[in-house]
């Protein structure tokens, strides 16, 4: 129950494209979900958060969609380009708690 | 700058020897953690500390410790117990429980 489930494990897009990164949980407890970008060698850095009181956040770019009844989140990445080519990171949280649960990671690469 | 400072860059251990990797953040953030990265998978916890002085062991703590006698400093040493220590060790901290975390560059750690 306190996993989170990613996919794909890795996406290929051609620039300008959409790239879509889905995320699963199943603890209804879980109240944060953040998403982390990470180029090799570097730590991940928060790119983008959501909490459940809203159904999508928008910066720039990027996008979290969050369906609550579903318990599924995801990341999308529009007019996406080589510079976006990383590897990303769902993760879930709960008030109270100190530890994320992390998504194993999707790899992405922007074709130019 | 505020940010987290991890070093070394690179490690390399030799069998049977204890090694430390340093973390020192100056955001003044409360909590502080340490991950360990494989290929392929998420970020597993190691250990977290909500404040000095008190830490709490994450999902692999064995062959593991770390101290917390300062807010800025959270070291972690890698003991010769870790049998499997080669990894990718993360440092990360937050303001308090159910937070943004941030990382660090982080700290390769090799055997020889």
């Known amino acids: 129950q306190q996993q989170v489930k990613q996919s794909p494990q890795s996406l290929i897009v051609q620039k300008g494209g959409i790239s879509i990164i889905n995320c699963a949980y199943e603890?209804?407890?879980?109240?944060?979900f953040p998403w982390y970008q990470q180029f090799p060698g570097k730590g991940p850095a928060l790119l983008i958060a959501i909490r459940p009181d809203v159904s999508e956040k928008k910066e720039g770019r990027f996008t979290i969609s969050f369906n609550k009844s579903a318990k599924q989140f995801s990341l999308h990445i529009m007019d996406s380009q080589p510079g976006d080519s990383a590897t990303y990171f769902c993760a879930a949280s709960m008030e109270g708690t100190y530890k994320y649960i992390f998504g194993t990671g999707t790899r992405l690469k922007v074709l130019a | 700058d505020g940010g987290i400072t991890q070093s070394p860059k690179y490690l390399f251990r030799k069998e049977g020897q204890n090694v430390t990797l340093s973390c020192e953040q100056n955001l003044n953030h409360d909590a502080m953690y340490w991950y360990r990265q494989d290929p392929g998978q998420g970020l597993r916890l190691i250990y977290y500390?909500?404040?000095?002085?008190?830490?709490q062991k994450g999902d692999i703590a064995e062959g593991y410790s770390v101290s917390r006698e300062k807010k800025e400093s959270f070291p972690l040493t890698v003991t010769s117990a870790q049998k499997n220590p080669t990894a990718f060790y993360l440092c990360?901290?937050?303001?308090?429980?159910?937070?943004?975390?941030?990382f660090g560059d982080g700290t390769r750690l090799s055997i020889l």
């Open positions: 500390s909500q404040i000095v002085n008190d830490f």
């Open positions: 603890n209804t407890a879980f109240d944060y």
């Open positions: 990360a901290s937050s303001v308090t429980s159910n937070q943004p975390q941030h």
